[in-house]
C-alpha cells in the first residue's frame, strides 16, 4: 500500500512541481499541498474491467476526473478505443488489452468488473464465452482482489430475476430464470458471479458490492448492438422501420448512463458491511410502443412501425424497486426519459453523420 501511495507521489511529482516551502503545486488536484499532504490524500488506484465498452467508458472517465489512477482491462470484443480517445493523454490512465477470463496481476485499490458483453445479440454470439466470462471473470477478478486486498465490485443485471412475476423487483427476489433458454449464458452467468462474490465474501473475507443494473442507456452505446434505444434512434435518424418485437406491450426502465455511474461510485464508497445486491435503476417504467412514440417525436422522424416476433425468453416488465439504493445510498435517478433520450440521439445524429460523411468520400 506504501509503494502504491509512493508511486502516485511520483506520478504526480512528474506533472506538479514543489514550490520554495516544499508544497506541492498540483494542476490536476487544483491546490498546493505538502508532500505530507498529498501522501495522505485520498487518491485510489481503480480496475475497470470492460472499461472500453459503454457503461465501463463513462465510468473510467468519471473516475479520472475525481483524480484517481485508472487501469482499463478490456478484450475489445464490444468495447472500442474510440470510447477512450478523450482518456488517452491522462497519465493517470493506462489501458491494457485483457481477457478476463485469464489471470490478471495489478495492483490497485479497487476494482469495478464490468467486462461482459451486456446486448443480447452479442452476448448470444459466442454463448459459452459469455458464460465464461462471467464465470472465469468473476473467479479471476475475485482471486486478485483477495491476493492484494483490494474491493470489488460486481457490475450485477436486472437480468438475474428473468421473466419476474414480482414488480417492481426487489433485491430479495430469487427470480424466474430458463436455465436453458438462448439468455440463460448470460443470466445465470451473472447469477453464478453474484454466488462467486459472496462465497468468497464468507470464505475468503473479500470486500464485495454487487449492484444489479437496469436498462441504462446515453452516449456511447454502439449504433448497431441491437439494444433497443440505440437500434429505435438509429433506426429513426435514418428512416428505416422501427422494429417493435413482439406487441410492444413489454415494459422496460431506463437509467441515464451518468445517474448509474454515480450510483456504482456511490456503492463502493459505502462501509464494508455494504455489500447489496443493490438495484441501480431509473423506476420510470414505459412500453416499448410508447418508447417508439417518443423517440419519432423527438427525431422528427417519418419511420414506420414494424412488428416482429418476439425473442424467446423476453420478459414481459422490468421495474426496478430502488428503495434500498435510496436508504443506503441516498441515490436516485434524476435524468427524465426524454431529456436522456435528447442527449442520446445529439450522439447517434454524429455518428450517423460521420458515417455518411466516410461513406461519400470512400465513393
Ligand atoms: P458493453 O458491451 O458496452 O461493454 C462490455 C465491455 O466488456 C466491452 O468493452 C467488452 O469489450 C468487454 N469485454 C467483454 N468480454 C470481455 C472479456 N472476456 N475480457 C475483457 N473484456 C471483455 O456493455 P455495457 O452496457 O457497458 O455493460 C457493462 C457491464 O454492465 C456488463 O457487465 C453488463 O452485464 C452490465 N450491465 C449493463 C446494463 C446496461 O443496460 N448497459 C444493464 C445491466 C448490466
Ligand atoms: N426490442 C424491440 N425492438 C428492438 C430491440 C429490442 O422491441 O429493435 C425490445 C426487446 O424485445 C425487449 C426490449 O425491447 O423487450 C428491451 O430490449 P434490449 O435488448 O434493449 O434489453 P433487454 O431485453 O436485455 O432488457
Not at 313 to 335: F, K, V, Y
Request: hydrophobic share 35%; glycine share 8%.
Amino acid at each position: 500500500m506504501r509503494m502504491r501511495i509512493g508511486r502516485q507521489c511520483t506520478d504526480a511529482m512528474l506533472l506538479c512541481g514543489m514550490d520554495a516551502g516544499q508544497r506541492f503545486l498540483c494542476p490536476g488536484l487544483g491546490h498546493a499541498s505538502s508532500v505530507g499532504d498529498y501522501m495522505l490524500e485520498r487518491r485510489r488506484s481503480v480496475l475497470v474491467t470492460g472499461g472500453a465498452g459503454f457503461l465501463g467508458s463513462h465510468l473510467c472517465q468519471k473516475l479520472l476526473d475525481q483524480g484517481n489512477h485508472v487501469i482499463c482491462a478490456d478484450n475489445f470484443y464490444t468495447g472500442t478505443r474510440d470510447n477512450l480517445t478523450s482518456m488517452m493523454t491522462n497519465p493517470r490512465f493506462e489501458v491494457l488489452r485483457h481477457d478476463v477470463t485469464f489471470p490478471l496481476y495489478v495492483e490497485v485499490d479497487e476494482i469495478y468488473n464490468l467486462a461482459c458483453p451486456a446486448s443480447p445479440i452479442h452476448y448470444q454470439y459466442d454463448p459459452v464465452q459469455t458464460t465464461k466470462t462471467s464465470v472465469h471473470g468473476a473467479i479471476n477478478m475475485l482471486g486478485l482482489a483477495k491476493r492484494i486486498r483490494a474491493k470489488i465490485l460486481q457490475a450485477s443485471t436486472s437480468e438475474v430475476y428473468g421473466d419476474p412475476d414480482m414488480h417492481p423487483q426487489v433485491e430479495d427476489y430469487w427470480g424466474r430464470v430458463n436455465p436453458i433458454g438462448p439468455r440463460a449464458c448470460y443470466d445465470e452467468g451473472k447469477r453464478c458471479a453474484e454466488t462467486l462474490f459472496f462465497d468468497y465474501r464468507r470464505q475468503n473475507g473479500v470486500s464485495i458490492k454487487v449492484a444489479r443494473i437496469f436498462n441504462t442507456y446515453g452516449p456511447r452505446m454502439a449504433a448497431y448492438d441491437g439494444r433497443v434505444i440505440s437500434n429505435f434512434i438509429v433506426q429513426a435518424l435514418t428512416g428505416q422501420p422501427i422494429t417493435i418485437y413482439g406487441d410492444g406491450l413489454q415494459t422496460r426502465s431506463f437509467c441515464y448512463v451518468d445517474d448509474l455511474i454515480d450510483g456504482l461510485i456511490r456503492l463502493m464508497e459505502t462501509p464494508d458491511d455494504v455489500v447489496g445486491p443493490i438495484n441501480l435503476g431509473n423506476p420510470a417504467e414505459f412500453t416499448m410502443l410508447k418508447l417508439a412514440e417518443q423517440v419519432i417525436e423527438l427525431t422528427g422522424s417519418r419511420s414506420e412501425i414494424r412488428f416482429m416476433p418476439l425473442p424467446t425468453d423476453d420478459p414481459r416488465q422490468r421495474q426496478p424497486s430502488i428503495t434500498r439504493a435510496r436508504e443506503t445510498l441516498g441515490w436516485t435517478p434524476t435524468m427524465p426519459l426524454r431529456e436522456g433520450l435528447l442527449r442520446t440521439i445529439a450522439y447517434f445524429e454524429d455518428l450517423v453523420r460521420n458515417d455518411i460523411e466516410t461513406r461519400i468520400a470512400a465513393e
